[in-house]
Each structure stands twice: as C-alpha cells, then as structure tokens.
C-alpha cells in the first residue's frame, strides 16, 4: 500500500482524496489548531505534527511513512 503524508494539511481535503484513491494517509502537518481538531475527528489514524519546520524525516517514518512506496 502506498503512503503519503500530508503537509500544510489543512481540514484534510487532499488526505480525503488520497485515501479515496487507496493511498493511507499516516500523518499530517497543519499549524491550525482548529484545523488539527478537524483532522483529528476524521483521520483519527493519522499521526497529527504541529509544524512543518519542525518534523523530522525520522518522526514520519515512524509514523508509518515508507518512503520506498509513498507519495
């Protein structure tokens, strides 16, 4: 299965239609509180990081990101 993560994720239009597409969305980075509440309650299998300039390759692999087959 292919893996993506999803950066400036907003309320997670773009992860909506990757998973829609069989691509498993296993983090986002979104700054917005209230946007991060809203991914919250409907990726609750994704991974939630605060800030893009922060998160580490490391932290997304561990969150399930493998990029030999992502996105």
Not at 23 to 26: F, P, R, W
Not at 59 to 62: A, F, G, S
């Given at each position: 299965m292919q893996t993506a993560v999803s950066l400036f994720a907003?309320?997670?239009g773009?992860?909506?239609a990757l998973e829609r597409n069989g691509?498993?969305?296993?983090a986002s980075v979104e700054i917005d509180k209230k946007a991060q509440e809203v991914l919250k309650k409907h990726f609750p299998n994704s991974q939630i990081f605060n800030d893009v300039t922060e998160v580490t390759g490391e932290?997304?692999?561990?969150a399930g990101f493998d990029p030999a087959n992502g996105i």
């Open positions: 907003g309320v997670g773009f992860d909506l691509v498993k969305v296993v932290q997304l692999i561990n």
